[in-house]
């Protein structure tokens, strides 16, 4: 691990506070240290921090790479299985089942070229109508 990584105010790296691998504070993590615990970063999750390393294979930037760092509590888990993402998911597929002409639920979502249930497409039905 070299010192020249290391740089926790940012003055060397434009006000980035700066890392060298392995040095980064606790509650901080990158994308892929984040995903490793079942999380992500939060939808503009701001960047706090990076992480900076030397790498072979990253001649063209001048050896050097560098991770985005995140705070672990901010940040949000991640999978279809959350409660605020099936909600959104049932919201949106709901909209798409909706009729915009009779605004019944269809088991079926409405077709866009369409743009209403096959009922309405049939015209008025008096035994739907009340
Ligand atoms: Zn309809």
Redesign the pocket.
């Known amino acids: 691990m070299s010192a020249r990584h290391l740089d926790p105010t940012g003055e060397r790296h434009g006000g980035m506070p700066t890392w060298a691998w392995g040095t980064a504070p606790a509650g901080l993590a990158t994308r892929d240290q984040l995903r490793r615990r079942g999380l992500r970063p939060a939808r503009g999750q701001q960047v706090v921090a990076q992480l900076e390393w030397a790498s072979s294979k990253a001649r063209r930037s001048g050896g050097i790479r560098t991770s985005n760092l995140y705070r672990l509590d901010e940040a949000v888990p991640v999978g279809p299985f959350t409660p605020g993402r099936a909600r959104g998911l049932a919201a949106a597929m709901r909209v798409r089942r909706t009729?915009p002409?009779?605004r019944?639920e269809q088991a079926y979502c409405i077709s866009t070229r369409l743009g209403?249930?096959a009922?309405?497409v049939a015209g008025p039905n008096p035994e739907v109508d009340r």
């Open positions: 009729c002409t009779c019944t209403e249930c009922s309405c």
